[in-house]
């Protein structure tokens, strides 16, 4: 799918985003990344912000439903993951990793982005 310059810079917002959330949850499951580094972490992706700025284009197109899934987690993750890992557990976060990955493979095999290619 081509896209022009503004949804180009969203897209690869978002994906950047999902990237560095993926790579910062695995390294938990690695037992490499530590609950404060993860926190740190999700905070600087600043997913509200994404959201905030994305949202109402977003949500115009169906095909964007992987980009907004990956918002919706990240912020999640961000603003519950206190909650996430005293009720459910650390190993939760696996299904959350899962979930922006298969994401990621969406993004790259619907956009024709260098950025997404090399990202799945």
């Known amino acids: 799918m081509d896209v022009d310059g503004a949804d180009r810079r969203m897209i690869e917002e978002v994906m950047l985003a999902g ?3 993926a790579v910062l949850l695995r390294g938990v499951m ?3 990344v530590d609950r404060e ?3 740190w972490g999700l905070a600087e992706l600043r997913a509200g912000e994404l959201m905030e700025r994305y949202l109402p284009r977003l949500v115009e197109k169906p095909e964007w439903v992987d980009l907004l899934n990956i918002l919706h987690l990240l912020y999640s993750l961000e603003g519950q993951l206190d909650y ?3 009720e459910y557990g650390i190993d939760s976060l696996k299904d959350d990793l899962q979930e922006i990955n298969a994401s990621l493979h969406g993004i790259g095999g619907l ?3 260098p950025a997404a290619r090399q990202a799945v």
């Open 19 to 21: 990237l560095r959330a």
């Open 30 to 32: 690695l037992q490499r």
């Open 37 to 39: 580094t993860l926190e």
């Open 84 to 86: 996430q890992i005293r």
């Open 111 to 113: 956009f024709d982005l």
